[in-house]
């Protein structure tokens, strides 16, 4: 997309426009354009959200996945994985394929919004200590593209974590006793419940058994009942793109054609309503003065407290 | 991980740094002999080579710009570079940080002097120990000046963090693991203009302000340094040649 030659004529027709403080679809520079969300969506999903931005068309869904801790240094901590695809149907500049440096670029983005503002306890996440944790799949689909696909991203990824439920889990231990090279399979049973009702691997009691012996665990997600996601501080993302010497918030198509480069920020909000930036971005061959920096940040401030009105919960 | 208190009482971090104190910075220049351009940087203990390709013909074709040279930054670990092997394929976090360093030097060079052409950075970090983005930019700044590339200015990157409360210039690896905050920044420094900026952590609206203030003087600082080992390098260059 970057590598289209600029077209100047519309380069200077947005910058003539920006003077009087206009914008080609008649926004003024700061408006958002009209945010429309659906949450619960796909009902095989654990969460999800469509956010249409303008004609901007982004889903989200979110899955539970039971998995060892994949991570040594945390074993009772679960996982925030955040992925996105740019898929062909969404643009004509889309290509088939592995995420390109811009699918990566964005999930990394709204990835960092999730993860720096604390908006998920990954402790409350825990199955069984050490063993097993559930993994949270944020899978975000681009399905049109109509500019600022990181903002609509965000914002679908972020409802559909909030829609989300977290599945109760059937824990299954399969106890084995080693002797000798032989592995003798002594049973198998199912220890209900999940996080909330704080089952723990050590509080599992097995007649005879000592904790060693346990050498396989399987965890389903329980056919019915569901607890809920452990949701702190939500993280709202507003990007600008800086085009000549001004800066546009939520960016259309056409203006990221000719942008000299996009701020992103991220704010969290806590429980004390203490505002926070939780994470930045810059994108684009552009650079920004510091001064053009700190303003941007100052208006993309404004904007978030005008987006998170929308976010149910959002202003918590 | 059992935390270990980074700074002390009297502000002297872990490594006896001052808050705003940068590590030790060598830079070398003209270090490989095939690539066009080239520089060793020694930032810390972080270890990086960086060696720039072309202006040379856009392989394969059909990508090459009929306005202005495309410049490609590739951004790699080797898998003894870090604690734990890190396996060679490419991580999504080397993806990102290649389009983020690109697009840190990109302003910098006077890209539409060489239409259909392609200027390869390549940054390979031999060691890592934090901020290792910012030290490729600052080393692939010099090593396209040591290929020839004609650029407005130099790059010059460093990062801040917030460490137990305090903002901390230039994060080593054990800072930014146990930090609050992570902000790494690239400037051009005569022009006075931002060509990378990322935060990831809680900071307060204030806090951002002092950490781009730091930053800033920072960027100058390592600019300093990269002039130096630029005086350096050429006064070599010009006592071979005669």
Known sequence: MTNQIIPSVKRRQIIELAESGKRTDGRSLTDIRRIEIKTNVIEKADGSATVRLGNTFVIAGVKFDSEKPPFSDSPNEGVLSVSAEFVPIASAEFETGPPDENAIELARVVDRGLRESKLLDTSKLCIIPGKKVWTVHVDIYILDHCGNLIDAAALAALSALLSSKMPKSDVKLRVVKVSGIEAEKISEFKVGGGVSEGFRFEEAKVEGGKSEEFKEISVEKAAEGYVPIPLRAIPINVTLAKIGDKLFVDPSLEEEEVMDCRLSVAFAEDDQKQEKICAMQKGGAGTLTPEELLRAVEIAKVKSQELRKLIPGGGR | ?242
């Open chain 2, 1 to 242: 991980m059992e935390k270990k208190k980074l700074i002390t009482d009297d502000g002297i971090r872990y490594d006896g740094r001052k808050l705003d104190e940068l590590r030790p910075i060598k830079f070398q220049i003209g270090t490989l002999k095939n690539a066009d351009g080239s520089a060793y940087v020694e930032w810390g203990r972080t270890k990086i080579i960086v060696g720039v390709f072309g202006p040379r013909e856009s392989h394969p074709k059909h990508l090459a710009l009929a306005d202005r040279c495309r410049i490609q930054a590739l951004y790699r670990m080797t898998p003894f570079s870090v604690e734990e092997w890190k396996s060679p394929a490419p991580s999504r976090r080397e993806t990102e940080l290649s389009k983020v360093i690109r697009e840190s030097l990109e302003p910098a060079i006077f890209a539409e002097f060489f239409p259909r052409t392609t200027v390869d950075i390549f940054a390979e970090v031999l060691q890592a120990d934090g901020s290792t983005r910012c030290a490729a930019i600052s080393a692939a700044s010099l090593a396209l000046t040591d290929a020839g590339v004609p650029m407005r200015d130099l790059v010059s990157s460093v990062a801040v963090a917030k460490v137990e409360g305090k903002l901390v210039l230039d994060v080593m690896d054990l800072e930014d693991k146990q930090g609050d905050s992570d902000m790494p920044m690239a400037l051009m420094p005569s022009k006075n203009v931002i060509t990378l900026i990322q935060m990831d952590g809680l900071l307060t609206h204030e806090e951002f302000i002092q950490s781009v203030e730091l930053a800033k003087r920072g960027c100058m600082e390592v600019y300093a340094k990269q002039r130096e080992a630029l005086e350096e390098h050429f006064k070599t260059v010009s006592k071979e040649e005669a």
